[in-house]
């Protein structure tokens, strides 16, 4: 699969997918996609339940799901797709080669952008329905198991069991044509992208890789385009402990203090510690009690501690799991703190060679006694968000060389340990100017776009694909070119590009045109959006990362979802992360003693919360007045995007959040309310099939359902037990489960369990 980016010291040699249909190259000039499987008298059903072998029928695999998806969604297109173009030879044998498909991918678009914006409507019924049968029927093979798999294979990346290596190949495939037809059809409504299922083949190369399943769950990568290209990063060098994880958890960067060891900069150095603050010696502490913020500087010999005032410094970001910690004492061995200034030294190239530029780094500089400590803590924000620079550290990222192409170093950033840690969060988002540290250099990630852009700018892309443009160009091939010569911001700065555009401007005098540069921005949009998902991937992450949220209720969606799967070896740490990151002062937060006491202080500290919050299906706090608050932001299954929702914000009160605007419906009191599965109910003329997301563990006395969206199809929602009404406007309701509520007309044959009083939506809801 060689139109993905090639990364730096694979940890295996790139997969080579056998060319299996010699003999059936011409089979669709006789036989329809949708008819091939019958015509060559193949069971789909019996493969896809394992009653058939996957190997055995590696062929018709290929035949049909992957040249016959090819010539099927092009050819919806009138593009004749040539199978020579998608082989090659590999020693002795031919291999599939995908190194021309994104030219094919480029006439594509340009084949479908007419006047008026719109695909062809005859077309995108036919590409879509392809494109179906593709992820049915490879989303239920994608669960046979791959069975043993040789050390040569592995080794030489040909000979793997063919069945599973064409199954994978169709995967990729089908998932690149399914994000590319959303370009091609880039002004219609936002499509439905279907969901694609990672083979258990392509999962076994992600673990032989070293990778835990639960690590990249938790990442959030599931796209098969990125899981593919991960597996080729080497995680077995990382030494990390995964004998505790499972395929939905990583514990392997969660730290226990009290076996806690901080690391030497190499394996063999048994150099001393260098203490920075200790009992009758509190440079730290003097600095942090006049109101500044503490930075260091290492000669080599001994430690400089000064206030920062208005000299600029650099504020280290790290993860402890990484050994740069330390519970114990506020030191360091001091090798590393050579090696950090050395690092610090380095993102300051103009600085006189004798100085030392000064850092921050919490392991020294945050002191280990309480109430000190909570006061450095209150000025973390402070400390980053002043720093002149933020330089990243993480053993991942250390064995790559910053000069590898720009979508691996994002895909390598999004991989890290960083990204997954609570705290780290506030000091990404922080930062004015964010490094990360790779092997031989510090890369301002910020710049990562622009480099990327300058090596696959469609301008620089078109002559790796199409050439130069020339008399026998085909229509669609001028079309491109036609498209790019419109672009002389960019083709002046590439001189083959810019010979390619006088060529073209010369034998076209009508170009460019209102279709020219329609097509261009087509390009330029899907190029990156469809046809590269590595770098898209990466950066989209990283966007997140760097996102500035603002301050109170309306920042709250946009932390929550930037919250959302991190974790922390100290669960109390959440509060204060989230406090920072809403520009709440964490005083009163850090005092109180656990994370149900800390939510609760820092709820406090808020008057007007999203609304939505409510149906936000997270383990909520158990306190009366409460209950409508999350746990915690931090867990991974939560689905935050109805935060956004406009509209009058929830208001606190000491029984809870009123909110208002929101489909209601009251059951009888005296009925035996469902505890957990389906049921029906009927109301206003309509009825609706209500499903439990969980099985309820209280009784509900007087049971109401709240919607989160009027019941048109489905919407979330969730159940409370009413205990008062006050003047028969707000209600007051104790939230005691989650459900969805799906609108089934107004006929209905089967079981009703009650007709439903609907509530005007006028009425407020105060849920405690």
């Known amino acids: 699969m060689d139109h993905f980016p090639r990364a730096s010291n694979p940890v295996r040699p790139r997969l080579q997918v056998p060319f299996l249909c010699e003999k059936v190259k011409s089979s669709y000039e006789v036989f329809t996609f949708k008819d091939y499987p019958s015509s060559v008298g193949v069971n789909v059903s019996a493969l896809c339940n394992g009653d058939l072998s996957l190997d ?64 062809d409507s005859e077309h995108l019924p036919r590409v879509k329905e392809c494109l179906s049968v593709v992820n049915s029927t490879a989303n239920q093979l994608a669960k046979i198991s791959v069975g043993a798999v040789s050390e040569e294979a592995w080794n030489a990346g040909f000979g793997y069991p063919p069945g599973h290596a064409v199954l994978l190949s169709v995967i990729l495939l089908g998932e690149l044509l399914d994000n590319a037809l959303a370009g091609v059809v880039f002004s ?48 077995v060098a990382l030494k990390k402990d995964h004998s505790k994880c499972s395929d939905k958890v990583c514990l392997a960067n969660q730290i226990d203090e009290k076996v806690y060891q901080t690391k030497h900069a190499t394996e063999t150095c048994i ?30 010999e001994k430690v400089l501690v000064q206030s920062s005032n208005s000299t600029p410094y650099v504020a280290m970001s790290h993860v402890w799991s990484d050994g740069l910690g330390n519970p114990r004492t506020n030191s360091l061995p001091k090798c590393q703190l050579e090696r950090i200034q050395r690092l610090v030294n380095a993102l300051h190239p103009d600085r006189e060679p004798a100085s030392q530029v000064p850092f921050w780094l919490d392991t020294v500089c945050v002191p280990l006694h309480a109430e000190t ?34 979508d691996e170093l994002l895909m390598r950033i999004r991989c890290t340990p960083w990204t997954q840690r609570l705290w780290t969060l506030q000091e990404g988002m922080l930062a004015e100017e964010l490094y990360f540290q790779f092997r031989d250099k510090a890369i301002a990630a910020e710049s990562l776009p622009e480099i990327w852009y300058e090596a696959n700018s469609p301008i620089k892309l078109c002559t790796k694909h199409f050439g130069r443009p020339h008399v026998d160009n085909s229509p669609l091939e001028t079309r491109v070119f036609r498209a790019l010569a419109s672009d002389s911001d960019e083709f002046l700065k590439d001189e083959i590009a810019t010979e390619s555009a ?109 609304p939505s919050l409510i149906f936000t299906d997270v383990p ?37 959040l009123v909110v208002s605007n929101y489909f209601s419906y009251i059951f009888p009191e005296d009925l035996a309310f469902p505890n957990a599965g389906s049921f029906v109910v009927k109301g206003w003329e309509s009825y609706y099939r209500i499903t439990h997301a969980h099985v309820l563990t209280v009784q509900v006395a ?39 509520i799906e609108a089934l007309g107004d006929k209905w044959a089967g079981e009703v369990l009650c007709e439903v009083v609907k509530l005007p939506i006028s009425y407020e809801w105060c849920v405690g």
């Open 702 to 740: 007087r049971p109401a359902v709240i919607l989160e969206q009027p019941p048109a199809t489905v919407s979330r929602g969730i159940v409370v037990d009413m205990w008062r009404e006050d003047d028969g406007v707000v209600k007051f309701g104790r939230h005691v489960g989650h459900v969805s």
């Open 620 to 656: 909520r706090m158990g306190l009366d007045g409460y209950r409508w608050v999350p746990e915690s932001f931090m867990d991974k299954n939560a689905n935050y995007a109805g935060l956004l929702r406009a509209g009058k914000p929830g208001r606190r009160t000491k029984d809870g």
């Open 56 to 119: 055995d029928h590696a062929t018709f695999l290929q035949a049909w799901l992957f040249f016959g998806t090819l010539v099927e969604v092009l050819g919806t297109a009138d593009l004749k797709v040539d199978i020579e173009d998608f082989v090659a030879k590999s020693g002795d044998e031919w291999i599939i080669t995908t190194e021309r498909l994104p030219k094919y991918l480029w006439m594509w678009v340009a084949a479908e952008c007419v006047p008026g914006w719109v695909i």
């Open 502 to 610: 006088f060529e073209t401007l010369s034998r076209h005098p009508d170009c460019p045109n209102i279709l020219d540069h329609t097509l261009l921005y087509r390009l330029d949009t899907n190029h990156s959006a469809s046809f590269h998902p590595v770098y898209f991937a990466g950066w989209t992450s990283f966007q997140k990362l760097r996102y500035r949220f603002g301050v109170g209720h309306s920042a709250l969606p946009s932390v929550a979802g930037a919250l959302r799967g991190r974790l922390s070896s100290k669960m109390d740490d959440e509060t204060i992360c989230v406090a920072t990151l809403l520009d709440i002062d964490p005083l009163h937060i850090l005092s109180a003693k656990n994370q149900t006491s800390r939510m609760k202080v820092l709820i406090d500290s808020m008057d007007d919360f999203p």
């Open 373 to 406: 400590r909570k006061t450095a803590i209150r000025r973390m924000a402070k400390t980053y968000d002043s720093a002149a620079r933020v330089l990243v550290l993480d053993v991942s990222l250390s064995g790559t060389s910053a000069g590898v192409l720009a």
């Open 271 to 300: 150099c001393e510690h260098i203490i920075v603050e200790e009992e009758g010696n509190r440079p730290i502490t003097e600095v942090l009690h006049k109101g500044d913020i503490p930075i260091i500087s290492f000669d080599g």
């Open 188 to 235: 219609l409504p936002r499509m439905k992208m279907l969901s694609w299922e990672y083979s258990q083949f392509g999962k076994y190369l992600l673990q032989r890789a070293g990778w835990c399943l639960g690590e990249l769950d938790m990442l959030g990568i599931i796209e098969p385009a990125v899981l593919f290209y991960v597996s080729s990063f080497d995680r």
